[in-house]
Protein backbone atom coordinates (compact mmCIF):
# COMPACT_ATOMS: atom_id res chain seq x y z
CA UNK A 1 0.00 0.00 0.00
CA UNK A 2 0.97 3.13 -0.85
CA UNK A 3 0.48 6.66 0.90
CA UNK A 4 -0.63 10.18 -0.52
CA UNK A 5 3.16 10.68 0.51
CA UNK A 6 4.60 8.42 -1.50
CA UNK A 7 5.91 6.13 1.72
CA UNK A 8 5.32 2.30 0.62
CA UNK A 9 4.41 -0.47 3.03
CA UNK A 10 2.59 0.73 6.03
CA UNK A 11 0.93 3.93 7.16
CA UNK A 12 3.30 6.79 8.50
CA UNK A 13 1.60 8.57 11.84
CA UNK A 14 -0.32 11.95 11.57
CA UNK A 15 3.09 14.51 11.99
CA UNK A 16 0.64 16.22 14.94
CA UNK A 17 2.68 14.58 17.94
CA UNK A 18 -0.83 14.12 19.92
CA UNK A 19 -2.72 12.53 16.85
CA UNK A 20 -3.65 8.75 16.93
CA UNK A 21 -4.23 8.86 13.15
CA UNK A 22 -2.32 7.45 10.16
CA UNK A 23 -1.40 10.30 7.80
CA UNK A 24 -3.17 10.74 4.47
CA UNK A 25 -1.41 13.46 2.69
CA UNK A 26 2.11 15.15 2.98
CA UNK A 27 2.83 18.67 3.24
CA UNK A 28 6.18 20.15 3.07
CA UNK A 29 7.35 16.71 3.83
CA UNK A 30 5.09 16.22 6.91
CA UNK A 31 2.78 13.72 6.66
CA UNK A 32 -0.66 14.90 8.33
CA UNK A 33 -4.78 13.00 8.65
CA UNK A 34 -6.66 15.02 6.74
CA UNK A 35 -7.80 17.43 9.85
CA UNK A 36 -4.71 18.48 10.68
CA UNK A 37 -3.53 19.02 6.62
CA UNK A 38 -6.94 21.09 6.51
CA UNK A 39 -5.57 22.96 9.69
CA UNK A 40 -2.03 23.48 9.00
CA UNK A 41 -3.03 25.06 5.38
CA UNK A 42 -5.64 27.44 7.13
CA UNK A 43 -2.59 28.16 9.69
CA UNK A 44 0.03 28.94 6.72
CA UNK A 45 -2.52 30.86 4.77
CA UNK A 46 -3.82 33.05 7.92
CA UNK A 47 -0.05 33.90 8.43
CA UNK A 48 0.87 34.51 4.41
CA UNK A 49 -2.36 36.37 4.08
CA UNK A 50 -1.71 39.77 5.73
CA UNK A 51 2.21 39.84 4.58
CA UNK A 52 0.80 39.37 0.67
CA UNK A 53 -1.86 41.91 1.04
CA UNK A 54 0.26 44.65 2.65
CA UNK A 55 2.79 43.81 0.01
CA UNK A 56 5.43 43.10 3.08
CA UNK A 57 7.49 40.25 1.36
CA UNK A 58 11.31 39.68 0.57
CA UNK A 59 11.99 38.28 -1.94
CA UNK A 60 13.22 34.68 -0.73
CA UNK A 61 9.51 34.82 1.54
CA UNK A 62 7.57 35.81 -1.31
CA UNK A 63 9.35 33.00 -2.89
CA UNK A 64 8.20 30.53 -0.13
CA UNK A 65 4.89 31.50 0.00
CA UNK A 66 4.80 30.99 -3.62
CA UNK A 67 6.06 27.49 -2.67
CA UNK A 68 3.49 26.53 -0.14
CA UNK A 69 0.85 28.40 -2.22
CA UNK A 70 1.68 26.01 -5.28
CA UNK A 71 1.97 22.86 -3.02
CA UNK A 72 -0.76 23.25 -0.69
CA UNK A 73 -3.28 24.00 -3.70
CA UNK A 74 -1.88 20.79 -5.57
CA UNK A 75 -2.38 18.60 -2.57
CA UNK A 76 -5.77 19.97 -1.89
CA UNK A 77 -6.76 18.94 -5.29
CA UNK A 78 -5.35 15.34 -4.83
CA UNK A 79 -7.47 14.92 -1.26
CA UNK A 80 -10.60 16.25 -3.57
CA UNK A 81 -9.76 13.37 -5.97
CA UNK A 82 -8.02 10.85 -3.84
CA UNK A 83 -9.77 10.99 -0.58
CA UNK A 84 -13.02 8.53 -0.75
CA UNK A 85 -14.93 9.39 2.74
CA UNK A 86 -14.93 12.96 2.85
CA UNK A 87 -17.15 14.41 4.95
CA UNK A 88 -19.81 17.58 4.32
CA UNK A 89 -17.78 19.61 6.35
CA UNK A 90 -14.19 18.70 4.42
CA UNK A 91 -15.26 19.45 0.98
CA UNK A 92 -16.19 23.41 1.83
CA UNK A 93 -12.80 23.50 4.03
CA UNK A 94 -10.99 22.31 1.26
CA UNK A 95 -12.40 24.37 -2.00
CA UNK A 96 -11.92 27.75 0.65
CA UNK A 97 -8.18 26.37 0.76
CA UNK A 98 -7.85 26.02 -3.41
CA UNK A 99 -9.60 29.08 -3.62
CA UNK A 100 -7.75 31.12 -0.74
CA UNK A 101 -5.01 29.98 -2.66
CA UNK A 102 -5.86 31.24 -5.77
CA UNK A 103 -6.61 34.46 -4.49
CA UNK A 104 -3.16 35.01 -2.58
CA UNK A 105 -1.19 33.74 -6.07
CA UNK A 106 -2.84 36.27 -8.10
CA UNK A 107 -2.16 38.73 -5.41
CA UNK A 108 1.77 37.52 -5.34
CA UNK A 109 1.60 38.29 -9.28
CA UNK A 110 0.57 41.49 -9.47
CA UNK A 111 3.06 45.01 -9.94
CA UNK A 112 5.06 46.19 -6.70
CA UNK A 113 5.55 42.75 -5.14
CA UNK A 114 8.93 41.84 -4.97
CA UNK A 115 10.70 39.07 -6.86
CA UNK A 116 13.70 36.99 -7.69
CA UNK A 117 14.67 36.51 -10.99
CA UNK A 118 14.28 33.07 -11.03
CA UNK A 119 10.10 33.45 -9.85
CA UNK A 120 10.28 36.30 -12.82
CA UNK A 121 11.20 34.38 -15.10
CA UNK A 122 8.92 30.89 -14.25
CA UNK A 123 5.97 33.24 -13.51
CA UNK A 124 6.53 34.91 -17.14
CA UNK A 125 6.84 31.43 -18.79
CA UNK A 126 3.56 30.35 -17.18
CA UNK A 127 1.36 33.22 -18.01
Not at 58 to 76: D, G, K, M, T, Y
Not at 84 to 111: A, G, H, K, M, V
Request: glycine share 4%; with cysteine; hydrophobic share 35%.
Amino acid sequence: METVSGKPNGKPKCKNGRCADFAEVALESKDYCLDHFIGCCYERLEMFDPLIRARSMEPAHSLAARRFLQECSNRAVVVCFCHTQLTNSDRPRLLQILLWCEDLQRLLRRPGIQQTAEVAQVATALY
